[in-house]
């Protein structure tokens, strides 16, 4: 667990991912039934959600209500079964960034690779964070209003039995609240391994750059044409295996990407419905807000890194322009030039240039879930 520790231990802890087989039978079948206990108790959770929005249909209040949850459950479920289901994908992705040309060779290349170590880790811990923040206050709330004439739930779910009595109200406050914590867990770690592989990216281009203009400064100041134009050479594959390493991240996630992202207009839209008709400062109403700003750290994470890696991804070419590249060898300046022809277009996530990781598409996003809440309003009014 080099490469983003946290993501793959939360994983591990969830029972998606371990990457040695367990030698001991009883420990591996121990593995089997905690891994599928988890997957079922995701996908039965995601049923009730379904049938509980087919159930209040036909009313809008109700509606909105389960149907933020519904979505979010919904895209896990996608999420969970695509990783599952190509986990050895997954380790491709991570050989990739193990080979020797991706490891650091001196004091700065290293404190590059930590830097943007270190960005991957608060990302993944900020996002937690604020969601697990969020789900302390729907389980919260149902003890708060402990006591009352109905006994409510941490979420408005369907549930086939009758809660009216305290032991089968316990189970299934525990049952949602174990829900709510899982999914918290692995849909953080699905999400931020995405931009996680991007941040990554991102810190190997900047290797790219900084070994460009070394290789350069030393053939210049030393006029070691065949070892300067070697290590250029190796930049050329290291640039290559950059570009490969991104296409394989995007073929792996970007569908599950788009769907994240159509569904987040309902789950944004949604969620600016229930704020506007919960209580001001009441519990509920914190919750939804942390939920909202959650849901807006998600999708801007995604496009906020999206739009670096094409940035970075295009600031080779000013490396190598910014270099004294006039005073190196034909044979280099041809090298060079491949270089720079190739990171022109620039990296990007996206599905035939729809759904594309960056700024505008977070915009877009937003500006249709506001577009969508205000007709939501005039149909409830």
Request: charged residues 20%; proline residues 2%.
């Given at each position: 667990?080099d490469?983003?520790?946290?993501?793959?231990?939360?994983?591990?802890?969830?029972?998606?991912w371990?990457?040695r087989?367990?030698?001991n039978?009883?420990?591996a079948?121990l593995?089997f039934?905690?891994?599928?206990?988890i997957f079922?108790?995701?996908?039965q959770f995601t049923?009730?959600?379904?049938?509980e929005?087919?159930r209040?249909?036909?009313?809008i209040?109700?509606?909105?209500e389960?149907?933020?949850?519904a979505s979010t459950?919904?895209?896990?479920?996608?999420?969970?079964?695509?990783?599952?289901l190509?986990?050895?994908d997954v380790s491709?992705?991570?050989?990739?960034l193990?080979v020797?040309?991706?490891?650091?060779?001196n004091?700065?290349?290293k404190?590059?690779?930590?830097?943007?170590?270190r960005?991957?880790?608060?990302s993944?811990l900020?996002?937690?964070i604020?969601?697990h923040?969020?789900a302390?206050?729907?389980?919260?709330?149902?003890i708060?209003e402990?006591?009352?004439?109905e006994?409510?739930?941490?979420?408005?779910s369907?549930v086939?039995y009758?809660v009216?009595?305290?032991f089968?109200y316990?189970?299934?406050y525990?049952q949602q609240?174990?829900?709510?914590?899982?999914?918290?867990?692995?849909?953080?770690?699905f999400?931020?391994l995405?931009y996680?592989?991007?941040?990554?990216?991102?810190?190997q281009?900047?290797?790219?750059c900084?070994?460009l203009t070394?290789n350069?400064?030393?053939?210049v100041?030393?006029?070691?044409e065949?070892?300067?134009?070697a290590?250029?050479?190796?930049?050329?594959?290291?640039?290559?295996?950059v570009?490969?390493?991104?296409?394989?991240v995007?073929?792996l996630?970007?569908?599950?990407?788009?769907?994240?992202?159509l569904?987040?207009?309902i789950?944004?839209?949604t969620?600016?419905?229930?704020?506007?008709?919960?209580?001001?400062f009441?519990i509920?109403?914190l919750?939804?807000?942390?939920?909202?700003?959650?849901?807006?750290m998600q999708?801007?994470?995604?496009?906020?890194?999206?739009?670096?890696?094409?940035?970075?991804?295009?600031?080779?070419?000013?490396?190598i322009y910014?270099?004294?590249?006039?005073?190196?060898?034909?044979?280099?300046r041809r090298?060079?030039i491949?270089?720079m022809?190739?990171?022109q277009k620039g990296?990007m996530?996206?599905?035939n240039?729809?759904f594309?990781?960056?700024l505008?598409?977070?915009?877009?996003?937003?500006?249709?879930?506001?577009?969508?809440?205000?007709?939501?309003?005039?149909?409830s009014?």
């Open positions: 667990m490469i983003l520790p946290v993501n793959f231990k939360v994983l591990w802890f969830c029972g998606a371990k990457e087989k367990d030698d039978i009883v420990v079948c593995h039934c905690y891994k599928y206990t079922f108790l995701i996908y049923i009730f959600e379904v049938i929005v087919i209040t249909r036909d009313r209040d109700e509606l909105t389960g149907l933020f949850l459950y919904v895209t896990l479920c996608l999420k969970y079964a695509n990783f599952l190509r986990k050895n491709e992705l991570l050989d990739c193990r020797k040309m991706c490891q650091p060779r004091s700065t290349e404190m590059i690779i930590e830097t943007h170590n960005r991957a880790k608060w993944t900020s996002f937690l604020m969601s923040a969020t302390m206050g729907f389980v919260i709330t149902p708060l402990f006591g009352k004439d006994w409510t739930l941490p979420t408005k369907y086939p009758s009216s009595e305290i089968p316990v189970a299934t525990l609240t174990a829900a709510l914590f899982y999914a918290i867990m692995l849909n953080v770690s999400d931020s995405v996680g592989f991007t941040i990554h990216a991102c810190g281009i900047e290797l790219i900084r070994r070394d350069i400064r030393a053939s100041n030393f006029q070691k065949s070892s300067a134009n290590s250029i050479e190796e930049c050329i594959k290291h640039h290559i295996l570009h490969t390493f991104v296409k394989k995007g073929a996630f970007i569908w599950t990407v788009m769907v994240l992202f569904f987040s207009l789950i944004l839209c969620s600016i419905f229930l704020i506007s008709k919960t209580k001001l009441s509920e109403f919750s939804l807000i942390l939920y909202f700003s959650s849901m807006m999708i801007f994470f995604y496009c906020w890194y999206g739009n670096e890696l094409e940035l970075k991804s295009k600031s080779i070419a000013n490396s910014f270099s004294n590249w006039t005073l190196t060898t034909s044979r280099e090298s060079l491949l270089i022809i190739n990171s990296l996530f996206s599905n240039r729809m594309a990781l960056s505008d598409t977070f915009t877009w996003i937003f500006k249709t879930s506001y577009s969508a809440f205000n007709l939501l309003q005039q149909a009014n």
